[in-house]
């Protein structure tokens, strides 16, 4: 089999700061493109609520929405282990092709193994918002997207259902 598709996500974090994800596509319809990031870097690890969802050696399972303002990942542990979902509230992203642009709005939702659904970062938001780094239409739509997020948890609605069915195993088989 050959190599899996790859795609490079700038993403752009107000003020000055982008990183490039350069990522496997392991699955894409017109509603969804689906990606694995693999191996990821994170020295010290990413605490959520004191528990680790992602460390060195972690893997995600990324689905990206064409026009929607909120990623959503699949965190997992170096051992695999599946640790939550994590909505990603970004402008919608601008691609072309196998080149992503986005921009993040700080606002993140996490969905635990447990299903207990938390607002992540308003303290961050509030204060990008304060100095002017996001302007009044996008923090508001920002507001509106997470709000959304956490309110269609609450009826079952969200995340939806291929979040469910593209597992790591799956995604890392895909690229086999």
């Known amino acids: 089999m050959s190599a899996p598709e790859r795609v490079q996500i700038h993403y752009k974090r107000p003020p000055d700061r982008e990183q490039i994800f350069d990522q496997a596509v392991v699955h894409e319809d017109v509603d969804v493109i689906v990606t694995?990031?693999?191996?990821?870097?994170?020295?010290?690890?990413k605490r959520i609520?004191?528990?680790?969802?992602?460390?060195?050696g972690s893997s995600v399972v990324w689905f990206t929405f064409p026009g929607m303002w909120h990623d959503i990942g699949r965190f997992h542990r170096a051992d695999s282990t599946f640790t939550g979902l994590y909505a990603?509230?970004?402008t919608p992203p601008e691609i072309d092709r196998r080149t992503w642009h986005t921009?993040?709005?700080?606002?993140?939702v996490w969905l635990s193994?447990?299903?207990?659904?938390?607002?992540?970062d308003e303290d961050e938001f509030q204060?990008?918002?304060?100095?002017?780094?996001i302007d009044e239409k996008t923090s508001t739509r920002a507001r509106w997207e997470a709000d959304s997020i956490l309110e269609r948890?609450?009826?079952?609605?969200?995340?939806?259902?291929?979040?469910?069915?593209?597992?790591l195993d799956r995604a890392r088989a895909a690229i086999k």
């Open 88 to 90: 990603n509230v970004l």
């Open 103 to 108: 921009t993040d709005l700080y606002l993140d």
């Open 153 to 167: 948890v609450k009826d079952g609605s969200w995340p939806p259902a291929i979040v469910h069915e593209w597992t």
């Open 113 to 120: 193994t447990t299903g207990e659904a938390l607002l992540l």
């Open 127 to 133: 204060e990008a918002v304060g100095r002017g780094l």
């Open 36 to 45: 694995l990031a693999e191996a990821m870097d994170f020295d010290p690890p």
């Open 49 to 56: 609520q004191g528990e680790i969802a992602l460390e060195t």
